[in-house]
Structure formats: structure tokens, C-alpha cells
T-cell receptor
Framework: GAGVSQSPSNKVTEKGKDVELRCDPI?????LYWYRQSLGQGLEFLIY????????KSGLPSDRFSAERTGGSVSTLTIQRTQQEDSAVYLC?????FGTGELFFGEGSRLTVL | DAKTTQPTSMDCAEGRAANLPCNHS???????VYWYRQIHSQGPQYIIH???NNETNEMASLIITEDRKSSTLILPHATLRDTAVYYC??????????FGAGTTVTVRA
């Protein structure tokens, strides 16, 4: 597609359940980011993938959070045993390569944990 | 990354220029100034970036002071669709962009 695609756009789950959020970056973009945005807040960096390099996971808030990027393209963010404080919009962004280029963001996945 | 300071909010009249200030007094020589905006319920959108020269594109102009300690984003003819949160970010060779609270810009008819 022309832009970064995220799914699902909305997810409501019960506390304690696991969720998976998917990101399809722009074709050919080697850099991929996940950010989290809680209601009324700025963006919080979660994780960064660049090509085949080891990802920077320094922003993941707990070991319940993990992310993969298969084949250098699609990425999945997994949250295990969800808690109410995990409720937020999860945003994915991609960039053509390492450098000063712009980030292209998806529309986000809104997660609500009841 | 250097920290940026932006006003919390500002109003602008439709059709007028909107001038959004940003202070980045600790910026280092290899750090760029980026501007993004986020319209309600959408992902952030890139606007413009620059190093030390002023830049202009179809969306906006970026004016960076000679000492690079501050910059101004100019939306030349604001429309209602420009109502958004505007983020000023400085970034060097590393890959992380740190988004602060930004400036909430409200364009009024």
C-alpha cells in the first residue's frame, strides 16, 4: 500500500488477555518504530528495528511487551496479560533507511483494556 | 537529543499566518530541527525539517535563528484543517525522535 498500515484499528480486550498489533510498513522502508500514546499525552518510544540489526527495545515498559519484525517487513507488537494501564493508541512508523529522513506514521491501533 | 520548549497552546485566525515558536537552546551542531503535526485521532504527519538554513515546502516554512537555539514554523495561510498538535523535535545521528507535549494550535473562523 501507499502508507503504513496498522491493524486492528480498534481493539477492546479484557484484563489478563494477550493482544497482538500488526504493522505493515511502507515497502522498502528498512527502519520501523513503535510508539505508544496515552490519552492526551505525547508519544512514548517503545522499540526500533533497523534492517537486520538487533532491535532497540529500550522503550518497552515491561517484559509483558515484545515485538518482532519478520523478513524485514511486517512487525507485530505483542502485549501479554494486558493491564488497564496498557490502554492507549499504539502507533507504528517507518522510514526509508537510517538517516535524517522523515517518519511515516500509521493511523494507530487503539487498545482498550477493560 | 536536545530538549525543546514550545508553548502549550495558541489560537490563530483562519487565513492568517500562524507562527509557532520552538526553543532548543542545547542543540548541538549535527542535530536537525523537525516539525510534525498530529490532527485529532490520526498518526503524526511530517511537515518539514532543517539544519541551519531556512526551509520552505508546500506545507510550511521553517526559520532557524543564526545561533540555532530557536526556530519558528510558519503556516502561511492557516485553515481550519490546520488545527492540530504541532511537535518540534531535534534529532542528530541517532534514530529516536522524542515527541514532547507539543503546541495545540486552534484555527478559528
Amino acid at each position: 500500500g501507499a502508507g503504513v498500515s496498522q491493524s486492528p484499528s480498534n481493539k477492546v480486550t479484557e484484563k489478563g488477555k494477550d493482544v497482538e498489533l500488526r504493522c505493515d510498513p511502507i515497502s522498502g522502508h528498512t527502519a520501523l518504530y513503535w510508539y505508544r500514546q496515552s490519552l492526551g499525552q505525547g508519544l512514548e518510544f517503545l522499540i526500533y528495528f533497523q534492517g537486520n540489526s538487533a532491535p532497540d527495545k529500550s522503550g518497552l515498559p515491561s517484559d509483558r511487551f515484545s515485538a518482532e519484525r519478520t523478513g524485514g517487513s511486517v512487525s507485530t507488537l505483542t502485549i501479554q496479560r494486558t493491564q488497564q494501564e496498557d490502554s492507549a493508541v499504539y502507533l507504528c512508523a517507518s522510514r526509508r533507511s537510517f538517516g535524517t529522513g522523515e517518519l511515516f506514521f500509521g493511523e494507530g491501533s487503539r487498545l482498550t483494556v477493560l | 537529543d536536545a530538549k525543546t520548549t514550545q508553548p502549550t497552546s495558541m489560537d490563530c485566525a483562519e487565513g492568517r499566518a500562524a507562527n509557532l515558536p520552538c526553543n532548543h537552546s542545547t542543540i548541538s551542531g549535527n542535530e536537525y530541527v523537525y516539525w510534525y503535526r498530529q490532527i485529532h485521532s490520526q498518526g503524526p504527519q511530517y511537515i518539514i525539517h532543517g539544519l541551519k538554513n531556512n526551509e520552505t515546502n508546500e506545507m510550511a516554512s521553517l526559520i532557524i535563528t543564526e545561533d540555532r537555539k530557536s526556530s519558528t514554523l510558519i503556516l502561511p495561510h492557516a485553515t481550519l484543517r490546520d488545527t492540530a498538535v504541532y511537535y518540534c523535535i531535534v534529532r542528530g545521528d541517532d534514530y529516536k525522535l522524542s515527541f514532547g507535549a507539543g503546541t495545540t494550535v486552534t484555527v478559528r473562523a
